[in-house]
């Protein structure tokens, strides 16, 4: 199983991308969120047309809003009659209701996300198949509902915390992950973590520790290289196993 950074960033894809992550197998390939930049990376890697699922975090724009060009007629001319229809998985809370929002406020028709996906809901209780890749879910803390995905080939796990404020419990959920994809959108601790449900380098080099997590990549990083330094300097300190910053365009194998 490998991962492939297409976007990291937060709140805008300023030199970065917003969050976007490929999951492939020899015979899949899934994406977590879909956020402002993730389009165009993901054309640019000739995987539109391919991806056989895409799983949406959370309602954020920063997590999902290029799925709005994505559905559009423009793709469906460029990826062909050969294109692949993905699966499109939203939290059933919150997921339709903003997609919905999001292209009645543009003026558009919200029937092109059931022309170009098959638009599904799932919740944290639900298990997922998506060809060789199995996802399990666990809620996240942070200012709307969404939930963290943990996927598995059988033989290797990742963990994608999405957006949340530092849980001890949380480390359950990544119990001996092989790669921890973890967000550390702060440098420095404060109430405003827990307000904006985000969490440091070192607080997710914690989460790291306790699950017994074999390698951390820290993502949804601010566009600021000294900081993300400072966070990643923290957080190897925290941390006994290996620890990076996740760039755009990085591949891993989780194994």
Same mark, same amino acid.
Request: hydrophobic residues 40%; proline residues 5%.
């Given at each position: ?13 300023? @030199?970065? @991308? ?41 309602? #954020?724009?920063? #997590? ?49 996300? +059931? ?16 060809? +060789? ?123």
């Amino acid at each position: 199983m490998e991962l492939e950074i297409l976007g990291l960033g937060v709140g805008a894809p300023l @030199g970065q @991308g917003c969050p976007c992550y490929a999951v492939r197998t020899d015979s899949t390939l899934l994406v977590l969120d879909f956020g402002p930049g993730a389009h165009e990376r993901a054309w640019g890697r000739d995987m539109l047309g391919r991806i056989d699922a895409i799983v949406i975090s959370h309602m #954020h724009l920063d #997590h999902m809003l290029d799925l709005l060009p994505l559905s559009g007629e423009i793709t469906e001319e460029a990826i062909g009659p050969r294109g692949r229809r993905p699966i499109v998985w939203v939290p059933r809370e919150n997921g339709r209701k903003v997609l919905d929002a999001l292209a009645e406020a543009l003026g558009s028709d919200p029937a092109r996300y +059931e022309r170009a996906f098959d638009l599904r809901e799932y919740d944290g209780d639900d298990e997922l198949s998506i060809g +060789e890749l199995r996802l399990t879910f666990a809620p996240i803390a942070h200012t709307i509902s969404g939930y963290s995905p943990r996927v598995t080939d059988g033989r290797a796990t990742l963990v994608y915390s999405a957006d949340t404020a530092y849980r001890e419990e949380f480390a359950q959920h990544c119990a001996g992950a092989d790669l921890l994809l973890l967000e550390s959108t702060y440098l420095e601790p404060g109430e405003h973590l827990e307000r904006q449900g985000h969490m440091t380098g070192e607080q997710a080099a914690q989460v790291a520790q306790l699950a017994g997590a074999r390698r951390l990549v820290l993502t949804h990083t601010m566009p600021f290289k000294e900081e993300n330094e400072e966070n990643l300097r923290r957080a190897r300190a925290r941390f006994a196993g290996d620890v990076q910053l996740a760039t755009r365009g990085a591949v891993f194998r989780v194994a």
